[in-house]
């Protein structure tokens, strides 16, 4: 049960708190992350939770806070790992990225490959990578479990991102013999599945919506295989789940109890607290009866203005209307309406109404027929 994360040393039937060092600034001073540690009094699973590694997501922060609570410690079999703030910088300057790296911070996590430092002409990993690398130590020496806590689009519903699991055709030791190839992309294969089956048991213990990441071709191409979540699940084979819990500078209220509540269930299901999972309520829960994954949807096929039809949390079919198309007048333009091209669920709209041509107007959760677990391309470990 003995546990340390920078200055934090976890005692057992307490909350202790401390700091992890992250990036030194150039002028003096540096940025920490918050570390809570909140131990019970009997041995257990631990499980890691973060948020804020956006900076303008700001309700997990307040997830984060209302779970860890004396009462929740003296029930507890186990450790919480909790970092509220991911990202100091975003969250100082309510901005998605940190000032000091050019780029989503959710895309800096492992991917089994090692750094690149050996060719001149490419940009070395900056320090707040080198920094998550250094975080992602303790996640894959400790963590049982782990939840990335995000927030979608203003005004989206509560869900989940369930990522894709990978897993390796070639062998990691190259001289190895065909047979024992086989056989190796075969233990890989059964890793990746056994990986899959617990996060469907982990998204059905939060009871919220569940939205599929991108299949494998454009969750590779957007880089989502190096999010917090994606690498405890690629490359440290922990089951781990993003929540996106509304919108991001204004928490509902309602999604961040329900989101404690499906956090306590999370641990109902790993065996860290006793006792029925309780419901969750206060929130919509979309069951459209399929699985889902995201896409950007309704592209405007000309500049306008768009008139928003349906609601997240709202269930539509093929052939249902999603929004009207004005010009700036208030006249309608091309047939009226766009109408959807899928069966499956909204949600969000995307910020505002003015559109270029081939914008979209929604994200949706459309039917998923994909496999959840794919291998990696042939060559991606050899560049
Ligand atoms: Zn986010």
Known sequence: ?????????????????????????????????????????????????????????????????????????????????????????????????AYYHDGDPNRLFPDGKPPKMDDPDKEPPSALETAYARLFEHIQATANCYLDLHCAATNSISFVFRDRVLFRRDSIARNRARQAKDEHETENRAQAEAVDAKLGEMCAAYGHSVVNEF??????????????????????????????????????????????????????????????????????????????????????????????????????????????LRDVWGRSLNEGVLRSEYDGWIISRTHGIVHYPNEATFSMAIRDDGPMVGPYPDDYFKN
């Open 1 to 97: 049960m003995s546990l340390t994360l920078g200055t934090a040393t976890a005692q057992p039937g307490e909350i202790t708190y401390g700091e992890f060092d992250l990036v030194e600034h150039p002028l003096g001073g540096s940025d920490r992350l918050p570390v809570i540690l909140a131990q019970g009094q009997h041995d257990g699973p631990t499980f890691w939770l973060t948020a804020g590694i956006h900076g303008v997501e700001h309700a997990g922060i307040q997830v984060i806070h209302r779970l860890l609570t004396p009462e929740l410690v003296r029930d507890l079999r186990g450790t919480i790992v909790a970092i509220p703030a991911l990202n100091p910088a975003g969250l100082r300057t309510m901005k998605r990225e």
């Open 215 to 324: 299949p494998v071709e454009k969750y590779l191409d957007e880089k989502l295989h190096r999010s917090t979540t994606s690498a405890a699940v690629n490359v440290a084979h922990i089951p781990a789940l993003t929540a996106e819990l509304g919108t991001g500078h204004m928490p509902d209220p309602h999604i961040v109890r329900a989101s404690v509540a499906g956090l306590r269930n999370v641990m109902r299901w790993l065996g860290m607290l006793s006792g029925d999972p309780e419901p969750i309520t206060g929130i919509k829960v979309v069951h459209p009866g399929f699985p889902c994954r995201r896409r950007a949807v309704a592209r405007v096929p000309q500049a306008c203005i768009v008139h928003h039809l349906v609601e997240p949390g709202d269930v539509v079919k093929v052939g249902d209307p999603l929004c009207e």
